[in-house]
C-alpha cells in the first residue's frame, strides 16, 4: 500500500508564494508520473503539473511561467513551487503518483489534499 503524506499549503496574499510537498512511503519498486491537481469549490478538479520518472514536465496554461514542479526520486517527494500566486489559485491541492509496486501490479495514490488559500 502507498501512502501519501502532503504540506506546505496555507494562506497567502496575491503574489506570494507557496511550496507544496509530497512524500510516499510504503512498498514500491518504481515510481513514474508524479503530479498536482487542484480542486476549487463549485469546479472540475483540474490537473495543474505533471513531471515524468525522465524529468519531463508539463502544467496547465494558467500556471505556466509561475508554478515548478520537481521531484527527488530519493526521497520519493514532488514539490510544487509556487509563484505569484493569485485569488483563482484558491484551491484543494492533491497530489497524484502513479509506479509499480511489482513487476506485475501497478498503483496510482492520491494524497489528502492540502488547502491553498491566496487573499486579493
Known amino acids: 500500500q502507498v501512502q501519501l503524506v502532503e504540506s506546505g499549503g496555507g494562506l497567502v496574499q496575491s503574489g506570494e508564494s507557496l511550496k507544496l510537498s509530497c512524500a510516499a512511503s510504503?512498498?514500491?519498486?518504481?515510481?513514474?508520473?508524479m503530479g498536482w491537481y487542484r480542486q476549487a469549490p463549485g469546479k472540475q478538479r483540474e490537473l495543474v503539473a505533471t513531471?515524468?520518472?525522465?524529468?519531463?514536465?508539463k502544467y496547465v496554461d494558467s500556471v505556466k511561467g509561475r508554478f515548478t514542479i520537481s521531484r527527488d526520486n530519493a526521497k520519493k517527494t514532488v514539490y510544487l513551487q509556487m509563484n505569484s500566486l493569485l485569488p483563482e489559485d484558491t484551491a484543494v491541492y492533491y497530489c497524484?503518483?502513479?509506479?509499480?509496486?511489482?513487476?506485475?501490479?501497478?498503483?496510482?495514490?492520491r494524497g489528502q489534499g492540502t488547502q491553498v488559500t491566496v487573499s486579493s
Open positions: 513531471i515524468s520518472s525522465g524529468g519531463a514536465t
Open positions: 497524484n503518483v502513479q509506479g509499480r509496486l511489482t513487476s506485475w501490479s501497478d498503483f496510482v495514490s
Open positions: 510504503g512498498t514500491i519498486l518504481r515510481i513514474d508520473t
